[in-house]
Structures are given as structure tokens and as C-alpha cells.
């Protein structure tokens, strides 16, 4: 299969079958081991979502960060979590949860449209691109390579604000903090949830730009979504 070209627009499915070629050829012996327990505690559907999601992770994360590999990836079947995936800054490596793969059916996502929310479906094969655009994010924030967002400053394009505002408004309910009481200094001083909500608002700023686009994208788009800053107040 021909590989994924800058400029050029695909739908997702096509994506993630290019970006499963592109993984073969990088690491065309799997993890046996790996593959055996973690088939013991998901379904075999289930299974292949784990190791395409690290397919997908590992694609995003080289199409930003060539000269620096993660670390690799920790499985993780234990207990019940509420992500799929996680960064660890420690360790510099990426962790996928197991059982939490199982969730991964799709979903309903926001198209913020002049302050309006429209819902719309989006497919887990979407889902786990979005997922990488999240990690991948949190990569780049450990890394100084972009300015997070903080959610209380807006940045002059339209689609983004429109992305900002919904996303504020939704984090604070999320994380059970009043809109109105939020001490806005005491907010962008935290830099815990300063990353979540930056990392959150770009995954979900691309969502919205491939819905816009009719399903489709491109990785200039993928890189422009991964690189967006905040521009110094």
C-alpha cells in the first residue's frame, strides 16, 4: 500500500489501514508475549484494538517527534481505569489499559458552531486517532515543544475560540467546578489541570476539524492540530 502523502486528504478507514502498513514495516515481529496475556483478559476483537491503538500512537508520535523515540509502551489489565491510554513523563513511554479497550465503540463528540453545540457520532476508529492526538499532546507539553492552552484565553481564530469556549465551559462541569466562582489566576497556575484541558481541547479541535471536512484528513492536518500554541498574553 502507497504511503500516507502530506496535502493529500483520506478518510479515516483508509488512514488507519495505511498507518497498520506503515507498523508492519517498523516493527514486523510482534510482541508474542505481550500479545498471549493480553489476549487472556480481552476478546480477540478487543485484543487487536490494544495493539492498533499502539499502532496509531506510535505513527502520530514519529510524524512529530522523529529524533526522539518513547520509551515504549506498559500494558496495564489490572483493576478498572478510566483512560484507554496515558503518557508517563517519568518514563518518557506511553501505557495502554486494557480493559478499557473494550469501550472503545464510538462515541458522540461536540461541533462547537458560533457557541451552539452539535453532536455528532464519530467512529472508534476516529476514537483511536483522537486518543494518539491526545498522548501525543501530552508529549509535546513534556517536551516545552508548544504553548499549552488554559482555557481563559482565547486565540483569534474563530474554529479554535468556538473550541475553547465549549470546552471550558464542559471541563469545569467534568472536574465539578463552578464557572462562575473559578478563580481564573488560581486555574492557569495549576499546571496539572492546565495539560488536561490542553490536551483535551486539541483532540477534540480535531474531532471537530475532520466532521468539518466530511470525515476526512490529512496529516498536515494531524501535525497543524499537534503544533497549535497559545500565543503569550
Known sequence: MAPLQYGKRYDVFEVINMIVSWANEQTPSRNHEAKEWISGVCSESDTKKVFLLMDVIMFVDNLLITESPAGGFVYM?????????????????????????????????????????????????????????????????????VNIFDGWHFSGNPLLDNQIYWERKFFCMDNQISYKDVDIQEFIKDVDKNAKFDAGL????????????KGTLSLDMISECLLLSQVSQ
Do not use: C, T
Open 77 to 145: 489489565k489490572e483493576g478498572h481505569s478510566d483512560f484507554v491510554a496515558r503518557y508517563n513523563g517519568i518514563d518518557d513511554s506511553y501505557g495502554i489499559h486494557v480493559r478499557s479497550s473494550k469501550e472503545l465503540m464510538g462515541r458522540e463528540v461536540a461541533l462547537p458552531e458560533d457557541y451552539r453545540d452539535l453532536f455528532m457520532w464519530i467512529s472508534w476508529e476516529l476514537e483511536l486517532l483522537g486518543i494518539a492526538i491526545h498522548e501525543v499532546r501530552r508529549r509535546l507539553q513534556a517536551k516545552k515543544m
Open 202 to 213: 486539541i483532540r477534540d479541535y480535531f474531532f471537530a476539524s475532520v466532521l468539518r471536512r
